[in-house]
Antibody
Framework: QLQLQESGPGLVKPSETLSLTCTVS??????????WGWVRQPPGKGLEWIGT???????YYNPSLKSRFTMSVDTSKDQFSLKVTSVTAADTAVYYCAAVNIVSTIGVYNWFDPWGQGTLVTVSS | QSALTQPASVSGSPGQSITISCTGTSSDIGAYNYVSWYQQYPGKAPKLMIY???NRPSGLSNRFSGSKSGNTASLTISGLQAEDEADYYC??????????FGGGTKLTVL
């Protein structure tokens, strides 16, 4: 059973860059059966899709968020990452990574499972 | 990209059935049979309950079922149990290789 684990700084200052990593175990980030996704959840609020990435580099971002968010994959470490630039208090959230089931490698996918346990990121000076 | 519309809360008594609706547009729910549902307990990660509108992951209780009509998807929980009290989110694939979540529904078991 695939397992995912997020890691990150916990606390970031406003205007700085947030970097998060998701480590894939009991499987490979190079799997042709999955995309990889990021989802966040501000305290007390709902889930927000950030983006989805394929190990060969194709990326799909939430059009409402795209400009400050960048995803990447490191196949040598079985990890994928998220960078968020110029963070503000509005970026305070639990960030989840998840495996995303592929329907077609040209960018069609249908469900997120399994998920990492999530990591809380607080933006504060 | 607007969030799918879910009721903020629903409630039911043990043994009853409840249905949570999820309304989108012709660019997401109406266009694709790629609707999934997630259960989330406080402080925990979401858990996949239904995928592709009406399919249950292996091992999941058949008390959970999903359906779709036009631009609206629905999650039905029958034989309500106390352990079903949680937040529920719908998710749909949408045009442009994106996905969109619903705003979430808090289920209370009375």
């Amino acid at each position: 059973q695939l397992q995912l684990q997020e890691s990150g700084p916990g606390l970031v200052k406003p205007s700085e860059t947030l970097s998060l990593t998701c480590t894939v175990s009991r499987g490979s980030v190079s799997s042709t059966g999955y995309f990889w996704g990021w989802v966040r959840q501000p305290p007390g609020k709902g889930l927000e899709w950030i983006g989805t990435i394929y190990y060969r580099g194709a990326t799909y971002y939430n059009p409402s968020l795209k400009s400050r968010f960048t995803m990447s994959v490191d196949t040598s470490k079985d990890q994928f990452s998220l960078k968020v630039t110029s963070v503000t208090a509005a970026d305070t959230a639990v960030y989840y990574c998840a495996a995303v089931n592929i329907v077609s490698t040209i960018g069609v996918y249908n469900w997120f499972d399994p998920w990492g346990q999530g990591t809380l990121v607080t933006v504060s000076s | 990209q607007s969030a799918l519309t879910q009721p903020a809360s629903v409630s039911g008594s043990p043994g009853q059935s409840i249905t949570i609706s999820c309304t989108g547009t012709s660019s997401d729910i109406g266009a694709y049979n790629y609707v999934s549902w997630y259960q989330q307990y406080p402080g925990k990660a979401p858990k996949l309950m239904i995928y592709d509108v009406s399919n249950r992951p292996s091992g999941l209780s058949n008390r959970f079922s999903g359906s779709k009509s036009g631009n609206t998807a629905s999650l039905t929980i029958s034989g309500l149990q106390a352990e079903d009290e949680a937040d529920y989110y719908c998710l749909s694939y949408a045009s442009g290789s994106t996905v969109v979540f619903g705003g979430g529904t808090k289920l209370t078991v009375l």
